[in-house]
């Protein structure tokens, strides 16, 4: 049985909703996330986030970019005119500076590189939730405004 200290701790937590396609990463990605926050649901397609985000209201979505059908840009984008205020935060391996700037056009949201994942994920999250905009450092993007892995260390 939990104390009401674990209670209130478990539901003030951060519910996240993770979109991978490949089962792997999406299974590594999970147990990152689930170190600090709920990870409420996994997908494996743009069609699916955009159903479960509008069933399950997540505060986060981290989703990949190139997945199958509706990609991540494209869903967020959908979802983010459901919702204004979700928080989102791309996972990738695209570092393409034109590509994150489309991202950006989102408003506040994360990029992170799949490749730095287990450094920037985490603060990736935490930086939406509290209104900032988060880059991978090894993206090339030093942008003032935005919060950085580099900013971080």
Do not use: W
Not at 77 to 93: E, H, P, S, Y
């Amino acid at each position: 049985m939990r104390s009401d200290a674990t209670l209130a701790s478990v539901m003030n937590r951060v519910r996240v909703l993770l979109a991978e396609d490949r089962p792997a990463m999406a299974k590594q990605l999970g147990a990152l996330l689930s170190q600090e926050f709920e990870v409420i649901g996994m997908v494996e397609d743009g069609l699916s986030l955009v159903k479960a985000a509008r069933q399950m209201a997540p505060d986060v979505v981290v989703t990949d970019i190139s997945m199958p059908g509706l990609d991540g840009l494209e869903a967020a984008q959908q979802l983010k005119q459901d919702r204004a205020g979700l928080c989102v935060v791309f996972i990738t391996v695209h570092s393409d500076p034109q590509l994150v700037a489309r991202a950006m056009t989102l408003g506040k949201c994360g990029y992170v590189l799949k490749s730095v994942a287990g450094e920037d994920l985490l603060a990736a999250v935490k930086a939406v939730v509290a209104g900032e905009s988060f880059v991978s450092r090894s993206v090339g993007i030093h942008d003032g405004a935005m919060t950085s892995s580099e900013s971080q260390r």
